[in-house]
C-alpha cells in the first residue's frame, strides 16, 4: 500500500522560504508521478507541481514558476519542494499525491482528480 507522509509546513514572513517534504513508500509500478497540491480555505484544491519517477520530468503551475522547485531522492523516497519568495497568497494546506501514470505530470495531465493516494497535508502559513 502506498504511503505518504508530508513534512515542514510552519508559519513564515512573507519573503520568507520552506522546503516541504514528501516520504513515500509502497509503489509497486516503476514509472508513477509524485504531486504537490494546495488547499486554502473556501478554495479548490490546487496543483502546485509534480515530478516523475523515471526521469524527473517536472511541472509547475504558473502561479509559483520561478519560486518553487520539486526535486526528488531517489535514495531516500523523498520528494521535496523548495518555496522561495513566499507570499500570503501561498497560504493553504499542502498535500503531496501519487498517480499511476508520469503521463499525469504534465501540462494536459496534471489534476488532483488523477492522483490516487494522498498524505495528511501540512500547513503552510505566510503572514504579511
Known amino acids: 500500500e502506498v504511503q505518504l507522509v508530508e513534512s515542514g509546513g510552519g508559519l513564515v514572513q512573507a519573503g520568507g522560504s520552506l522546503r516541504l517534504s514528501c516520504a513515500a513508500s509502497g509503489f509497486a509500478p516503476d514509472d508513477y508521478a509524485i504531486g504537490w497540491f494546495r488547499q486554502a480555505p473556501g478554495k479548490e484544491r490546487e496543483g502546485v507541481s509534480c515530478i516523475t519517477s523515471s526521469d524527473g520530468r517536472t511541472y509547475y503551475a504558473d502561479s509559483v514558476k520561478g519560486r518553487f522547485t520539486i526535486s526528488s531522492d531517489n535514495a531516500k523516497n523523498t520528494v521535496y519542494l523548495q518555496m522561495n519568495s513566499l507570499k500570503p497568497e501561498d497560504t493553504a494546506v499542502y498535500y503531496c499525491?501519487?498517480?499511476?501514470?508520469?503521463?499525469?505530470?504534465?501540462?494536459?495531465?496534471?489534476?488532483?482528480?488523477?492522483?490516487?493516494?494522498w498524505g495528511q497535508g501540512t500547513q503552510v502559513t505566510v503572514s504579511s
Open positions: 499525491a501519487s498517480a499511476s501514470y508520469e503521463f499525469y505530470c504534465s501540462g494536459r495531465g496534471f489534476s488532483s482528480r488523477r492522483y490516487d493516494y
